[in-house]
Structure formats: C-alpha cells, structure tokens
T-cell receptor
C-alpha cells in the first residue's frame, strides 16, 4: 500500500530563515504530489501540486517544491519564512486510477520572532 | 465561488446518537470526497463520489457510516450509533475531474 512519510513532526525556525519540510512516498508508479497547509481551526489550503513536467514547482505564498524520483521525495521549501507561515503542513500523494489522496502525518511549523 | 462549505462546523453528541453532516462542494465540481482527521494525524480517506455515484469506500467506513450525494451536488455523511472513537474532524473536498482537491473547513465531532 502506498504511504507518505513526513519525518519531522515539529520544526521551529526564526523569521526570515529558510525552510525545508521533508516528504517521502512509497509507490512504484509516478505519483501526483501535493502540499497543503492547515491553520488552527481551518481547512486545508493547497500550496502547490506536481502532476508531470518540470520537477521544480512553484506555489502560493512563495513556496516551492522539488520532485526527485530517485529519492521518492517531494520536499517543500521557502527561502524566507514569515511569522504568518506558522501552521501545519501536509504532504499528500495521489495516483492515476485512485482518486483518494494519501496524506502524511504532518509537520507543525513554529516561527520565532 | 464561495469554496467548499460544511455544516455544522461543530457537533457534540452523546454516544449512541445518530449525526448527519452536510457538504456543499464548489458548484462545477463533479467529484466529492470525505476524509476523517484525528488529532495529530493527516486526513484519512473515507469515500468518494463522481456525480451521484459512490465509487470508492475505505475500509475505515464501517457499516455505521453512510454517505449520499443524491443529485450530484451536495453530500451528506451520516454516522449511526456514534462511538467515542468517532470523535474527529470530518473533512469534505471537491474537484473537477482528476484535478486538485479543494477542502472545506470541516465538521468537528465530539462524542461524549
């Protein structure tokens, strides 16, 4: 069965510092990959997606992610974190022929002033 | 476009009672999904509709759970004889064909 691993449960960074959140998936076929962000009491907001083509994808709020097939990874990055980025971040995977998304367990981001 | 809406936002019920949640997807979206999210976890897939047809159900969806999408628009998720283990956030999402899924704010269920 497919799975998604987000190895970092909790990350704290200083405002203005760079950020990288890790995501690894397990499956043989080419996945569809997503990053969502969830603020307290809110639903999930899509940050970016990868379906095919260029492996470096740009998203909203200055986020980007890179699909690396050889490492089965889709890490999320941001060059300079803002206090408003504090939230929980979820990586999710979908596949052709299966409509449901499989989510990782999330990484909670804290931003220090 | 007001996005995906869910009602109620919060529901507190006693064990053994039935509850029903409603989801209104983005108007032109033909696919609708239900997920469940417990504290500290990512969402887990429950079921999926394409138009009015329920095409996939997770093993998580016990026989106490039933979902409908009668006219291919809004959907309801009913839980019968609720148990404390049903306490969770129930999320609805919609998409146009196989595109990205847009999520609603969720319904938080507390079973006492």
């Amino acid at each position: 069965a497919q799975s998604v691993t987000q190895p970092d449960i909790h990350i704290t960074v200083s405002e203005g510092a760079s950020l990288e959140l890790r995501c690894n998936y397990s499956y043989g076929a080419t996945p569809y990959l997503f990053w969502y962000v969830q603020s307290p009491g809110q639903g999930l907001q899509l940050l970016l997606k990868y379906f095919s083509g260029d492996t470096l994808v740009q998203g909203i709020k200055g986020f980007e992610a890179e699909f690396k097939r050889s490492q089965s990874s889709f890490n999320l990055r941001k060059p300079s974190v803002h206090w408003s980025d504090a939230a929980e971040y979820f990586c999710a995977v979908g596949y052709t022929g299966r409509r449901a998304l499989t989510f990782g367990s999330g990484t909670r981001l804290q931003v220090q002033p | 476009d007001t996005g995906v809406s869910q009602n109620p936002r919060h529901k507190i019920t006693k064990r053994g009672q039935n509850v029903t949640f409603r989801c209104d997807p983005i108007s032109e979206h033909n696919r609708l999904y239900w997920y469940r999210q417990t504290l500290g976890q990512g969402p887990e897939f429950l079921t999926y509709f394409q138009n009015e047809a329920q095409l996939e159900k997770s093993r998580l969806l016990s026989d106490r759970f039933s979902a409908e999408r009668p006219k291919g628009s809004f959907s309801t998720l009913e839980i019968q004889r609720t148990e404390q283990g049903d306490s969770a956030m129930y999320l609805c999402a919609s998409s146009l064909n196989g595109d990205e899924q847009y999520f609603g704010p969720g319904t938080r269920l507390t079973v006492t």
